[in-house]
């Protein structure tokens, strides 16, 4: 193997005349891979406990719009939602409301798209988790909420989320890692997010060894970060007598 390593090339300035280095890119694209994936996640938590709740309603129609929206965004593949959010969704909205989208900078455009694209997608998933959560739960602690006179509305917030979120923190651990991987397919609709800068950087210097080991070892990172923090969640939530809990 006559491959010749430089990692030299990194703190190299780029050849399109742009004032940074490729490190510089790199940086940059993990900023938009971090930014992108944490806003997406917010509407994801926001989107799936909403829907997740709606599903466990004893509503037959609030049930079921649950039901669709999990239907809807978890069976069409993330590239197609990616694509429909970007390309087809701003030309069927009112035509103004359809310029002024296409009249954003790119750089806004393909971010937006993005993150409510992954956003709703990932929160189909976490519906299913808090869906799952609540229905764990004995039926002892709804009726006993119910009986001490909380209303429905209260007795999810202060009586089962709470207890259903601490049950459902290994699935979303899973979901929130999923979710740095996935923001990967972007790129699709233009977003330099990491792995598009890899790509870059292997086009224009034809180093493509250095450039997607820096790419793996930043997921890796990601990855080792989001664990430890979720553990932190986990092991600081724990209820005695409940799973996991002393």
């Known amino acids: 193997m006559s491959y010749q390593w430089n990692w030299d090339i990194l703190l190299s300035?780029?050849?399109?005349?742009?004032?940074?280095?490729?490190?510089?890119?790199?940086?940059?694209?993990?900023?938009?891979t971090v930014t992108l994936s944490l806003a997406a996640w917010i509407i994801a938590l926001i989107a799936g406990s909403l829907?997740?709740?709606?599903?466990?309603l004893p509503n037959k129609w609030l049930s079921s719009l649950g039901a669709v929206y999990v239907a809807v965004f978890r069976n069409i593949p993330l590239i197609v939602q990616f694509f429909i959010w970007y390309f087809v969704l701003p030309e069927l909205v009112s035509p103004?409301?359809?310029?002024?989208?296409?009249?954003?900078?790119?750089?806004?455009?393909?971010?937006?798209?993005?993150?409510?694209?992954?956003?709703?997608?990932t929160g189909a998933r976490v519906c299913e988790q808090v869906r799952t959560g609540?229905?764990?739960?004995?039926?002892?602690?709804?009726?006993?909420?119910?009986?001490?006179?909380?209303?429905?509305?209260?007795?999810?917030?202060?009586?089962?989320?709470?207890?259903?979120?601490?049950?459902?923190?290994?699935?979303?651990?899973?979901?929130?890692?999923?979710?740095?991987?996935?923001s990967a397919v972007?790129?699709?609709?233009?977003?330099?997010?990491?792995?598009?800068?890899?790509?870059?950087?292997s086009?224009?210097?034809?180093?493509?060894?250095?450039?997607?080991?820096?790419?793996?070892?930043?997921?890796?990172?990601?990855?080792?970060?989001v664990m430890l923090f979720m553990r932190w969640v986990e092991r600081t939530s724990r209820l005695p007598g409940q799973i996991g809990g002393k």
Do not use: M
């Not at 005349?17 to 900023?31: A, C, K, M, N, S």
């Not at 086009?203 to 970060?225: G, P, R």
């Open 13 to 32: 300035a780029v050849s399109t005349g742009e004032p940074t280095t490729y490190l510089g890119w790199f940086i940059d694209g993990l900023t938009a």
């Open 51 to 56: 829907f997740g709740i709606l599903r466990t």
């Open 96 to 121: 103004s409301l359809g310029d002024w989208f296409k009249g954003l900078p790119p750089l806004i455009q393909f971010f937006s798209s993005a993150v409510v694209c992954l956003g709703l997608f």
């Open 134 to 182: 609540i229905l764990a739960l004995p039926p002892g602690q709804k009726n006993a909420a119910l009986a001490l006179g909380f209303t429905l509305p209260q007795t999810y917030r202060y009586v089962l989320l709470p207890n259903a979120y601490r049950i459902i923190v290994p699935p979303l651990t899973s979901e929130f890692l999923n979710i740095f991987k996935n």
């Open 186 to 201: 972007a790129s699709t609709i233009g977003l330099l997010e990491l792995s598009a800068q890899a790509r870059q950087l």
């Open 203 to 225: 086009d224009y210097t034809a180093h493509t060894y250095e450039s997607f080991i820096i790419v793996t070892a930043s997921y890796a990172l990601i990855n080792l970060a």
